[in-house]
């Protein structure tokens, strides 16, 4: 996808009075496309290879989300940080994936090398107040043969006065072949699945679920959603209510930066089938203030009542 040089394009642009400006930006160079409301970023999409300066090489990583942004439009993910340079932003990976008679990963870098790599666009629209984008990826054994299928979906909302909501669904089909996937048992943490590194603001954030106020981190803790937040600004992640292997279960730090983890399939492992996709869906609630200025548990039961 890159072709050496700079290029900055418009693809969508959604405009009426007193509404927001919903439009995407492409830069080539960089392989990487981000979406706005007017001039404010609200998220990129890295599709191409991204490596941050003075990194090892096997640390490449392509088809994640950084930076998310605040409504604000301040910086709330980390990518590549030097205590867990396989953290990017807000993921989805898994430490313990099979295939063909041989046992890899997609969290962080193993021999035989596994990782998403982009393969289309299948939509970019801007309508009806929302930005949609869906992304097709392959997984790929040493950047070679394709394991599995991965169709990526972003549905982008406008910002009111407390968040914004961004739809994600992700949807994984076996290529060739069984597939399958598990969190690790090191000390039965059994994270893997969809992640968000926060970026520092975040450390020592409230760490807030629908059982209340977390006072130290925790790990394979079945919870509905989760939320960091400061007294400026928040995240919530949400799990959709016809998620597999309900009550989901999560790993939720503060002690350095921020992590939300849903982890699933969690300790025991999911076989995925060719022609049996897994669809994985899930709410990401970027608010202003804490859990309790942004009024999560309220955004959250609409989320549930519009799920059923």
Known sequence: MKQGFLALLIISFLASAGSAQLASVEDTEKGTLTIRDGQTNILTYCYGDQLKPG???????????????????QELTDDSPADHLHHHGLFWTWPVVRTRGLTTATWEPKLPRLRQYFVRWPKRDATKGTYILSVENAWKLDGKEVVAKEIVTLEVHPADKLGRVIELELTIEAVGGALKLQGTHDQNKGYGGLCFRGAPVFTGATMTTD?????????????RWADLSTQELGLSI???????????????????????????????????????????????????????????????????????
């Open 55 to 73: 990194v090892d090489p096997r640390y490449t990583q392509s088809c994640y989300i950084h930076p998310l942004f605040s409504i604000d439009g």
């Open 211 to 223: 059982e209340g106020v977390l006072k130290e981190d925790v790990v394979h803790t079945p919870f």
């Open 238 to 308: 949400f799990v959709s209510p016809d998620h597999p292997g309900l009550p989901a279960k999560w790993m939720i730090r503060n002690s350095y930066a921020g992590i939300i983890n849903v982890s699933w399939p969690g300790l025991a492992a999911v076989v995925l089938k060719p022609g049996e996709p897994i669809i994985l869906r899930y709410r990401i609630y970027v608010h202003r203030g804490d859990a309790a200025a942004g009024d999560v548990k309220s955004v959250y039961a609409d989320y549930v009542k519009g799920r059923s």
